[in-house]
């Protein structure tokens, strides 16, 4: 079983609804969580960083840390096409040691106009 | 300010062959770190540059070894390719401070197909 689980998807939905984002994992020692956004032939874009539980607001992204129950989600309001991409969790543990991130497998976004 | 760059973008090798990947960091950014790429495992951490040092390592046999010069620019090395070494090779840079966020900045990756 991978340390980090993410659905695949695709994940299709139509321009303005709200994309539904998660990911689980199963190492405790994870505090920081983070998601990218991947397009096409290019290199992983960061688009949300949350140290530990709790919400965070960027604009139309939001992401929540739910430790207790090892579960992290991205919410994504008024989709654009623009946002259809593979998006990815990603987490790593305590700074001391140095940087590992572990990510989940990523799911694929088409937003339809 | 310029992003992190990779060269080359493209890698065409054969069995048996090696390969040697560059890395050039965001400027002032110490930490270099590797991740491969491939549809079945998707990314996974090969390894970690800090100050020339390799601070941390991921699953990977030792055909794949890396370095880092003093300007912070790294390569990776793979050697005795195998057709399962084909994959997206991506490098990731942040000042690799501890004790706080640290975000890692992707480049665009090098991508590796090996026949």
């Given amino acids: 079983q991978k340390e980090v689980e993410q659905d695949p998807g695709p994940l299709s939905v139509p321009e303005g ?8 994992y199963s190492n405790s020692a994870f505090q920081y969580f983070m998601w990218y956004r991947q397009y096409s032939r290019k290199g992983p874009e960061l688009l949300m ?13 939001t992401a929540q840390v739910d430790k207790s129950s090892k579960y ?14 593979t998006y990815l969790c990603a987490m790593s543990a305590i700074k001391a040691a140095g940087n590992k ?13 | 300010k310029a992003g992190v760059t990779q060269t080359p973008r493209y890698l065409i090798k054969t069995r048996g062959q090696q390969v040697t990947l560059s890395c050039s960091p965001i400027s002032g950014h110490r930490s270099v770190s590797w991740y491969q790429q491939t549809p079945g495992q998707g990314l996974q951490f090969l390894f970690e540059y800090f100050s020339e040092t390799q601070r941390n390592k991921g699953n990977f046999p030792g055909r794949f ?26 490098c990731a840079s ?4 501890s004790g706080s966020a640290d975000t890692q900045y992707f ?3 090098t991508r590796l197909t090996v026949l």
């Fill in chain 2, 65 to 90: 070894s890396g370095r880092q010069f003093s300007n912070s620019r790294s390569e990776m090395n793979v050697s005795t390719l195998e057709l399962g070494d084909s994959a997206l090779y991506l």
């Fill in chain 1, 49 to 61: 960083y949350t140290y530990s539980s709790g919400n965070k607001e960027d604009g139309r992204f």
């Fill in chain 1, 17 to 24: 609804a709200i994309v539904s984002l998660n990911c689980t």
């Fill in chain 2, 94 to 97: 942040s000042l690799g401070t």
């Fill in chain 1, 101 to 113: 991130l572990t990510f989940g497998g990523g799911t694929r976004v088409l937003v339809k106009p």
């Fill in chain 1, 72 to 85: 992290i989600s991205l919410f994504i309001r008024d989709s654009q096409p623009s946002d259809s991409a």
């Fill in chain 2, 107 to 109: 480049g665009p990756g």
